[in-house]
Every structure is written in structure tokens, then in C-alpha cells.
């Protein structure tokens, strides 16, 4: 038995604990105990260590088709009936008996406790099958209760682990670098700042720094990027990745279950305790509804006085396919949307993202890529615009702000040379640089530092092509002794899907689409104009978006936030759900109950359909459920089919609906397209001021 098996066995030997899931892959306990026992439970998890518990086996558990698995569940089930049909009457008899025993213990405790659940209906069909001698019916109820036990467990094993698996790593050894000298380590021995020694074709296991050598590396798994990254000393790499060319020495940071990946796993193996309300609403369902078996088995009974048509009422009930469809479709539905690069972390948000009716957008980072670039260079007086990139990219070279880089690498894009010309800086303050170029005195930074600090003149035609360049973009001014010789407009560009998701999202239905940024007006209403969003809020703090958002949630209809820095995190917690890019903040992405994995804003369409048609799915299985049954249901009472018969085929069509439920609801042609189609209009409110 593995280690994480032993402790949970240990622990599920505590009075008020009902059960303990264990997760090897993961390093996590789910302990479900009874109402008042939080404390001892917390209290007993606190003593568990190798004192207590001494050396456990540590290894990974078997696969399912070796441990408690499917194949070995079914073999002990159906070997152990063969061996009982060899036996004498009597002892069949016993042994029936004696496998009801838990049935019936089962239900007599729920009654004790005052429910009136699944569980008393099951040891009620099972008594009455005892108390009529009825041995054959009592077998096929139990056998076919344990079948079901059986499958339930192995589907939901394999629904998790379905799930983390695709994350997770398999390695046994690494190569280290200690004292100078390479040696090759079990992984098991790796510390914390120990050098490993990573070669091309391999998958780093670990996350760290690079701290020799240079490589292009497949992020794909972990960030989405479909073409490799150049990652050399300084530069970080992550466990789940590739090394397609180079040789890497990379100082570990995090490795095992600490790694980003790992964390990721974690999140998805223990995202089943977030029930959607539709899961919660059915487990309901499924024990209410056995008060009325037992009021049809009595009323059978009393109109028909026959023992076995009242039983064929208690042997057929509604509650075993809905606990278990719901669950599994929610699970199918996430597993899903992890392969498409949509990370939902519980089946209540599925639900909440089929009935939203208003999409909240942050701008930078989300909507737009975050990194600018130059859109226009506009020249003035005699000068061209090739002049006014060159001397720009000159004079900005040697600054690392991201406007700075967008100058120097829009030269670089079209083939400028701009060769170091200009003298030392003369000096440089807050808003720009003043030096030399080929003994001119230039100037470049912003309207305040040339128009205000340095008094260079604008006449009315530059400043015409000033202002209509401010609608739109960010301005950077270029200034030659004491003229203005141009200016280059600076956007953050949006993202290539960005208007067809908006489009998208107006067509299914959403009747609020919303803009909430920290940025200027002029910049937040270009961009609703562009993109056709319905209102939009600038200069907006992080606790005026949580404001607004939790306005929107109180008019009534579900509210998704999208956002990926850490001052939309608020609004992101705040609404019913978050959804955060990949690309955003490790605090956005933590508090985000959707992660764009692939960092594609298409997938926000993806999530949703995946929400809307999961729900479908669950409502129509339903549908069957309560036919079938019913249609059981009336056969025994009218006595058209055994009980035996009936038990049968109530199993049979609990496990069709368990089937369906792991069905895909997306087709793979769907992801990330989405037909153009006309505009919609829009409506403005007045920008929200405040401070930026």
C-alpha cells in the first residue's frame, strides 16, 4: 500500500471521520467528516508525521487495472458468485445474508439519524427480499449494488486522474551538477539550489533559473506560446516544458509538488469539492424522492395486496443515476475544457457562465497585448519619417522602459540602422533625454517635457495632427534644435481575436459588455468604439471596479470579470465568475475561477459554451432518467417485469446515463472561430473620473 494510502487508512479509523480521499500525485488529503469534528480532524491531521505513522511503503500507486481497479473489482464480484452457485442451498443462503448485512446496517443508521435517503431504500428493498425468502432477488440487488459502487468509483477515479495525469511528470532520475563534477541522482534525493543539467529533447521537471547556457524551449504545455523560447541565463523555465535545442544548467526553485504545474494538478484533483448548484440541487432531488418509492410500495400494497409488486416499487428509485451523472458530466466538462486550454476550477462556475448576462473587460493585458509598439511616425517642417525613427531608436537604445523598446525594435523591423551618433547624455529627467546628434541638440519625451520644460514651439498644424493622434494613441515628441521634427504614436495594440469575441458574445446573448480600466479617457473610448462595447468606465481604481462589479451582481443575472493584473484581482474575486489570462498576474490567475491557459480571449466563448451545453446535457439526462425509471417503475407495480428483472434494468440504465454524461459537448472545429457578422450597436455612458 503507498504511503498516502496507509495515512488515510489510519485516519478513517477516527470516530467522526466518514471518509479520507488520498491523492498521490498531488500530496493532498479529502477528509469528509461529520458536523463538530473539525477540530479533532485538524487537530489529528497535525500529528501525522513518520513519529507517529512509521515507514510507509512510498510508492506510486498501482494503475487501475492492478489495485482495486475496474478488472479487479469486477473479478472478485463476479468470481466470488460463481464460487456461491457451487455451494449447498443453505450455505448461499448465509452468505446472501450476510453480504445484505451492510445494506441494511447502512439504512437502519441513516433512519437513526433521522434521513429518510437512498441508503433506506436500498436496505428496504433488500429486507423485504429477506423476509420473503425471496434469496434470488436479494443476491441480484446486492450484486448489482456493489457493480455500481464499483463502476461510480472507478469513473470518477478516472475522470480525476484523467485530468492531473495529462499535467503531471514521470521521471526517476536527474542530472545534477555538485562540486563541479555531473552525476545523475534519483529525483527523489534533489534539493532546493541544486544545479540540473538539462540537454535538448528533455522535459524539465523542475521549475528554476538559468544560470549557464542558452536554448530554445517548448512552453506550450505550460503557457500556450506554439513557437519555442529563447531562455538563457537570468531567464526563468518551468517544469512540463521542452528543450528543443541547447543545453541548459538551471538552479532549482521549486520541484515535485511546488512546481507551477504541480500547483495546477493540485487545483484540478481537488476541484471536486466545488459542486456546482445544479449537483447540489440533485443529490436533493434524489433523496426526496424516496419518501415517494415508499408511498407507491405502500399503496401498491394496499391496492393489490401482492408482497412482490410493492418490492419491484422499492428496487427502482431516481436517485442512483442523478448523484451519479451529475458529478461525472461536470467532470467531463472540465477535462474538456482543460484540453482546450480552458482551466475551470469547479463545476459551479460552468453554471454560472451559462446564465451570465454581463461581461466585464479590463483593458491592458487583456483586450490589448500589453507591449507597445510604434503604430505611426509623423514628420514635420522638411524632415522625413525614416529620420525621425532613426534618431528615436538613436536616443532610446540604451533605456529599458517598454516604449523604449517598442521605438528600438520598430527600427530594427524595417531595417534602420542607428548607429550610436549622438554624444553623451546631457541629462535626463522623469519625462525625457536631451543630447547631442551630429552636433543638433534633440529632444524626445513627452508633451510636458518639449512643449513646457523645454519651450519648443507647436504651431496649429502640428497641433491639429497632435490631437488627432492623442484620440487613438500615446504620443512620444522628437524635437531639433528647438523645432518639433515629429512625433511617433505609441499603441497597445488589441488582441487579434479580441473583436470577434466581443461580437461573439453580443450574439449569444449577453446583454451588458462592459470596459473598466485605469487608463485615460480618450485611450478607454477609442477602444470601446473599436471593439463595439457597450459602456466602459476610465481611470478606474481597484476598488471602484469591485464596486461596479458587485452593482452589476446586484441587478439581477450572473457577472464574468476578465482581467490579468493584480489590481483587477479584487473585481475578478468579487464577481460570480473570474476569469484571468494565463499571461496575468500570479495573483489574478490564483483568485481567477477560470484560467485561460493558451492566453487565447476566444476561449472566453469556449468556457461559455462549454457552461451552457453542459448544463444541457445534465437537464436532458434527467429527462431519461426519470423516463426510464418511470417506465420501470409502472412495469413492477402493474407486475409486467420481476423484480430481479427490475433491479437489472434500473442498474443497466444507470449506467447509460453515466455513459452520456462523459460524452464531449464541444466539437473540435468550434475552438476559437467565430463567424463575423454584422455590428452591434453601441451605448456610451459618461467616463467615470477619478484618480488614476
Not at 484523467?162 to 563534477?181: E, F, H, K, T
Not at 479617457?521 to 468604439?529: G, K
Request: proline content about 3%; charged content about 25%.
Amino acid at each position: 500500500m503507498s504511503e498516502s494510502r496507509g495515512i488515510a487508512a489510519i485516519l478513517e479509523q477516527l470516530d467522526g471521520i466518514e471518509q479520507v480521499r488520498a491523492s498521490f500525485r498531488t500530496g493532498s488529503l479529502l477528509i469528509l467528516h461529520r458536523p463538530g469534528f473539525r477540530d479533532m480532524v485538524l487537530e489529528a491531521v497535525r500529528m501525522l508525521d513518520r513519529q507517529f505513522y512509521g515507514n510507509l511503503e512510498e510508492t506510486e500507486p498501482l494503475s487501475s487495472s492492478d489495485e482495486g481497479g475496474l478488472w479487479t473489482g469486477l473479478r472478485g464480484l463476479f468470481g466470488g458468485a460463481f464460487v456461491r452457485s457451487l455451494l449447498p442451498a443453505a450455505a448461499r443462503y448465509s452468505l446472501v445474508v450476510l453480504r445484505s448485512m451492510p445494506l441494511i446496517l447502512k439504512g437502519m443508521n441513516a433512519l437513526c439519524r433521522r434521513r429518510l435517503n437512498v441508503s433506506v431504500l436500498d436496505a428496504s428493498a433488500v429486507g423485504v427480499s429477506l423476509l420473503r425468502r425471496d434469496f434470488r432477488t436479494a443476491t441480484v440487488i446486492t450484486t448489482l449494488l456493489t457493480l455500481g459502487d464499483i463502476l461510480e468509483e472507478w469513473t470518477h477515479k478516472r475522470s480525476r486522474e484523467s485530468l492531473s495525469d495529462s499535467l503531471m511528470i514521470d521521471i526517476d532520475r536527474i542530472w545534477v551538477r555538485r562540486d563541479g563534477a555531473e552525476l545523475q541522482i534519483p529525483f527523489s534525493e534533489l534539493r532546493l539550489g541544486d544545479l540540473a543539467v538539462l540537454r535538448m529533447g528533455a522535459v524539465i521537471p523542475v521549475d528554476g533559473v538559468v544560470v549557464e547556457g542558452e536554448g530554445l524551449v517548448n512552453q506550450s504545455a505550460m503557457t500556450g506560446e506554439s513557437m519555442p523560447v529563447h531562455r538563457r541565463r537570468g531567464l526563468s523555465v518551468y517544469a512540463g516544458t521542452v528543450i528543443e535545442e541547447g543545453e541548459l544548467v538551471v538552479r532549482v526553485t521549486a520541484f515535485d509538488s511546488e512546481t507551477r504545474i504541480h500547483k495546477i494538478a493540485r487545483m484540478i484533483d481537488e476541484s471536486e469539492v466545488l459542486k456546482a448548484e445544479v449537483q447540489s440541487r440533485a443529490e436533493k432531488m434524489a433523496d426526496e424522492i424516496v419518501p415517494y418509492s415508499f408511498l407507491l410500495a405502500a399503496l401498491t400494497y394496499l391496492a393489490t395486496g401482492s408482497a412482490l409488486r410493492a418490492s419491484s416499487a422499492l428496487l427502482v428509485d431516481y436517485s442512483c443515476a442523478i448523484r451519479l451523472a451529475t458529478p461525472l458530466a461536470i467532470l467531463s466538462a472540465m477535462r474538456e475544457g482543460a484540453q482546450r486550454g480552458v482551466l475551470v476550477k469547479g463545476g459551479k462556475f460552468l453554471e454560472a457562465l451559462s446564465r451570465a448576462n454581463t461581461v466585464v473587460f479590463d483593458k491592458t493585458g487583456t483586450l490589448t497585448v500589453s507591449s507597445p509598439r510604434v503604430a505611426e511616425v509623423v514628420p514635420f517642417g522638411e524632415h522625413d519619417r525614416e529620420e525621425i525613427l532613426r534618431v528615436a531608436a538613436c536616443l532610446e537604445e540604451h533605456f529599458p522602459h517598454s516604449i523604449a523598446r517598442a521605438v528600438v525594435r520598430q527600427a530594427e523591423v524595417e531595417g534602420l540602422q542607428h548607429r550610436e551618433e549622438h554624444t553623451e547624455v546631457e541629462y535626463a529627467v522623469a519625462h525625457g533625454i536631451v543630447s547631442l546628434w551630429r552636433g543638433k541638440k534633440v529632444l524626445i519625451g513627452s508633451a510636458h517635457f518639449v512643449f513646457e520644460d523645454e519651450g519648443v514651439p507647436c504651431g496649429p498644424t502640428e497641433r491639429e495632427r497632435i490631437d488627432r493622434a492623442l484620440e487613438r494613441y500615446s504620443v512620444l515628441y522628437l524635437a531639433m534644435e528647438g523645432e518639433l521634427a515629429g512625433i511617433l504614436c505609441i499603441e497597445d495594440p488589441l488582441r487579434p481575436d479580441a473583436l470577434e469575441v466581443v461580437e461573439a458574445l453580443h450574439r449569444d446573448g449577453v446583454e451588458r459588455i462592459v470596459l473598466m480600466t485605469g487608463d485615460e479617457e480618450r485611450v478607454a473610448r477609442s477602444i470601446a468604439e473599436r471593439l463595439s462595447i457597450d459602456e466602459f468606465h476610465a481611470r478606474m481604481l481597484p476598488d471602484e471596479k469591485t464596486r461596479y462589479v458587485e452593482r452589476f451582481r446586484s441587478a439581477g443575472g450572473g457577472v464574468v470579470m476578465v482581467g490579468d493584473g493584480i489590481n483587477d484581482s479584487p473585481a475578478l474575486s468579487s464577481a460570480d465568475v473570474g476569469i484571468a489570462m494565463r499571461s496575468g498576474a500570479d495573483i489574478a490567475r490564483e483568485v481567477a475561477d477560470v484560467v485561460l491557459s493558451d492566453n487565447r480571449l476566444s476561449g472566453i466563448m469556449d468556457a461559455r459554451r462549454l457552461g451552457r451545453r453542459t448544463m444541457r446535457k445534465i437537464y436532458r439526462n434527467y429527462t431519461l432518467i426519470v423516463g426510464a425509471n418511470t417506465l420501470l417503475l409502472g412495469l413492477g407495480v402493474l407486475g409486467g417485469i420481476t423484480p430481479a428483472l427490475s433491479a437489472l434494468l434500473h442498474n443497466l440504465s444507470t449506467v447509460g446515463s453515466a455513459l452520456y454524461a462523459l460524452t464531449p459537448v464541444l466539437g473540435r472545429a468550434e475552438q476559437g472561430r467565430f463567424p463575423r457578422g454584422a455590428g452591434v450597436s453601441s451605448h456610451f455612458r459618461p467616463c467615470r473620473g477619478g484618480w488614476r
